[in-house]
């Protein structure tokens, strides 16, 4: 190992801490914890990049800082933007070498960030760019924040809207990914009502438990991707272990503690899951549920499965109306960059 990056890692990566830590840490430093607060404020509300930055800390602090702490956890290494949709796509590189992706989304109003929360993922969904690489590594929740300073110094428009639906099962890197979100969600932090930040997962029953039980405020979205457990264990195998009616029973405990509304993704595959007894059997699963279904018409990565014609995906629509929950439908945004959700997969450019 060469010197250098043997020093770096014995620096101490301040964005990994959340503002508690912080004030802790400070403490330890013989410092009062309102500067622990301050740093805080500096590393995300102000995103600066230097700790000589921080006007309001005292000289001495600031060069503790310098000699033994380090705010360089990712950098951008590509931007690509498409030139039809307005989507961008980052490609971080993390300090291993691994790489990940981000994506600001740009629509209407609405700006979009969808995060990634691991390097691949072990879920090895059949249809998922992602699941194809395997699980490198879990992101830590420093790394999972950056991505969205990355977005905030790059988009003209503030960030509305946060959505873990990049890399990764947020929920197979449960502790890390609801740090992050309290630090995106803290006053200090980046101030993001908890409304506006969804975690997607592709139906882990324990940690939906967990979730409940905490009784965190951000939104939940569940992939079910299919309407009968055999179709759905081929896609998504984790179907095994919890199947349809375990996810269900999940769900609903989840909205009656919470009262809040839950999302069911559902990505619309040619001949796989679209037919209209897909649709029926989706209605009466979606109708035990307080919901809504995001109905995503597949991105093609995978050879094996298709985007419906629109007149297919029409004729689903159609036949969910009457149902008790509401439909939404994601167009494609970014899908000429290979940005859209699914596509994310960066296993050739790994250099660690
Ligand atoms: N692992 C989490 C979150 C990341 S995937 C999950 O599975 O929920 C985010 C969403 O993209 C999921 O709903 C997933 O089913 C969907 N998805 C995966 N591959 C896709 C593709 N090729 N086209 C459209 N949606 C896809
Ligand atoms: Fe993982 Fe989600 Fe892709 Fe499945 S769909 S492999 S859970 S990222």
Redesign the pocket.
């Known amino acids: 190992m060469c010197v250098f990056s043997s020093m770096s890692d014995m620096l101490i990566q301040l964005k990994d801490y959340s503002q508690i830590e912080l004030e802790d840490w400070v403490k330890t430093q013989g410092e009062k914890a309102f500067r622990g607060r301050q740093l805080f404020q500096w590393i995300w509300q102000k995103g600066v990049g230097e700790f000589s930055e921080m006007t309001n800390l005292s000289k001495s602090l600031i060069q503790n800082l310098e000699q033994n702490c380090s705010l360089g956890l990712s950098t951008v290494h590509q931007v690509q933007t498409s030139e039809t949709q307005g989507t961008s796509k980052f490609l971080i590189r993390l300090n291993d070498g691994k790489f990940i992706e981000t994506v600001l989304i740009p629509e209407g109003k609405r700006v979009t960030v969808?995060l990634s929360?691991q390097v691949g993922?072990a879920?090895d969904?059949d249809?998922?760019?992602?699941?194809k690489m395997g699980l490198k590594r879990n992101l830590s929740s420093g790394e999972i924040v950056d991505q969205l300073l990355h977005a905030r110094r790059f988009s003209d428009r503030p960030i509305t809207n946060i959505?873990?639906?990049?890399?990764?099962?947020?929920?197979?890197n449960y502790n890390q990914v609801i740090k992050a979100a309290n630090i995106l969600n803290a006053e200090l932090g980046f101030a993001h009502g908890a409304r506006k930040i969804t975690?997607?997962?592709?139906?882990l029953v324990p940690q939906i438990r967990q979730f409940t039980e905490e009784g965190h405020r951000y939104k939940l979205?569940?992939?079910l991707?299919a309407s009968d457990d055999y179709s759905r264990t081929k896609l998504?195998p984790i179907n095994q272990k919890w199947n349809i009616a375990d996810l269900v029973a999940a769900c609903q405990e989840y909205t009656k503690t919470s009262s809040n509304m839950l999302t069911f993704?559902?990505?619309l595959?040619d001949g796989v899951n679209d037919n209209l007894g897909d649709a029926r059997r989706l209605t009466q699963i979606a109708n035990q549920v307080f919901c809504k279904v995001?109905v995503?018409?597949?991105?093609?990565?995978?050879e094996n499965?298709k985007?419906p014609s629109n007149n297919r995906i029409n004729n689903f629509l159609e036949a969910l109306k009457g149902a008790r929950f509401g439909v939404t439908v994601?167009w494609?945004q970014g899908d000429d960059i290979d940005a859209?959700?699914?596509?994310l997969s960066t296993a050739v450019q790994d250099e660690s």
């Open positions: 969808c929360s993922c879920l969904c249809f998922c760019a992602t699941g959505v873990f639906m990049g890399m990764g099962e947020p929920f197979h975690i997607s997962t592709s139906g979205a569940v992939s991707n998504m993704e559902y990505v595959m995001n995503i018409p597949y991105n093609e990565v995978a499965y985007r994601r494609s859209a959700c699914g596509q």
